[in-house]
């Protein structure tokens, strides 16, 4: 019973993700769909991707948070439009709120669409935004067996972010059981090494989703 | 019709949690619900409270995992019993999946019984496993605003473990803004601040949990 509602709450989900892909498929935007652990540093990956590309790309910030509108305060003096999703209490986004809030951007001038979702490991990935693609990010201190213990979102992810590799001197991290475990999921998966705070890797991170902005109709999830 | 359905859910998860209260109460058994995101120390404050109790009380373990059985990998050492829950995918435990495997511990010579939950900051809090009270973990490398950003754990447990302090002289962590936003949401909260890989501040995590055993009659959450 419980089984049969997840299921039609689902394909509610899948229905209006379909739209919403197809919408930014005919206006060349790319959606990504951010997707990490509380504190794994998603919003700092905003600040720097946000900097840097700031005058290049026209870009544009979705922050869903389960209250507060911290991380959108963060991003404000990039003066790009940013919309803030309350989830009051719910543990993820899902395509209907994505739907709604898109209006309120001017979607012929956007060329990039960075959605942090809810901090949390698990539910948002069983929901899709519509979104260009998903993004992992996983921070080390976490410790290096998060692809073994949460599958999914390794599988569907485009792509790999390790953030916090400034902090690897001071814990047990072993970047060998994190890459075993990520290839035995998700075979050829970019993975991206990166410390936010300090900068390392991330002209590989701009090179990699420039490419994802310049080439958009070749990189949409295929719509299901 | 959604809100309905999570209602139904919860009270269906709410009755199963009384009965399950109700028969730790009467053996005198204190259950601790720990909750977390992924990889702010759950197992190693298990690893460190096994090693510590282990021959002074009777302990058990319920180890929940979205999949794999790692972390009880990591217990065995200890020979105390531990019980794998594999949510498949599910984003919290429930009364339910609690009642089921409490059959497996020999309740007539059990004192302390651990649930380390899934690792996730939002769903978790929102069922009652039946549990004597709830343990928040949280680290320092997940930034100093947790609290403020997920609320909800922190306003229900009886005591918060913030962890990896000794990582704090490498990030941007600050002490004061983590306590007023804990004391905003919860005033008076036992804050206890420790290293389970270095060791730091356990004494007073032991002394405090110790009593909690010791007087267990005096300690459950009251049954709703």
Same mark, same amino acid.
């Given at each position: 019973m419980e089984i049969k509602i997840m299921k039609n709450i689902l394909d509610r989900n899948q229905n209006k993700a379909n739209e919403v892909r197809n919408l930014l498929v005919s206006k060349n935007i790319v959606m990504v769909n951010i997707i990490s652990s509380p504190g794994a540093g998603k919003t700092s990956l905003l600040e720097r991707t946000c900097e840097h590309f700031g005058t290049k790309f026209r870009l544009g910030v979705i922050e869903g948070d389960v209250t507060t509108d911290r991380d959108a305060q963060r991003l404000k003096k990039y003066n790009i439009p940013i919309v803030v999703i309350n989830t009051e209490g719910g543990c993820h986004l899902d395509s209907h709120s994505i739907s709604k809030v898109?209006?309120?951007?001017?979607l012929d001038n956007l060329d990039l669409l960075l959605v942090e979702n809810? /901090?949390?490991?698990?539910?948002?990935?069983?929901?899709?935004?519509?979104?260009?693609f998903k993004l992992a990010v996983v921070s080390t201190t976490e410790g290096d067996d998060k692809p073994a213990k949460y599958p999914m979102l390794f599988r569907d992810a485009r792509a790999v972010l390790l953030n916090k590799i400034d902090l690897i001197p001071y814990t047990n991290f072993s970047y060998t059981s994190f890459r075993n475990d990520l290839t035995a999921i998700n075979a050829g998966i970019p993975l991206f090494e990166i410390s936010?705070?300090?900068?390392? /890797?991330m002209d590989d991170w701009y090179r990699w989703i420039e490419n994802q902005i310049l080439s958009p109709e070749d990189n949409h999830d295929s719509v299901r």
């Open positions: 898109l209006d309120s951007f001017d809810v /901090g949390n490991l698990i539910c948002p990935s069983q929901f899709d935004l519509g979104e260009t936010c705070t300090r900068g390392d /890797g």
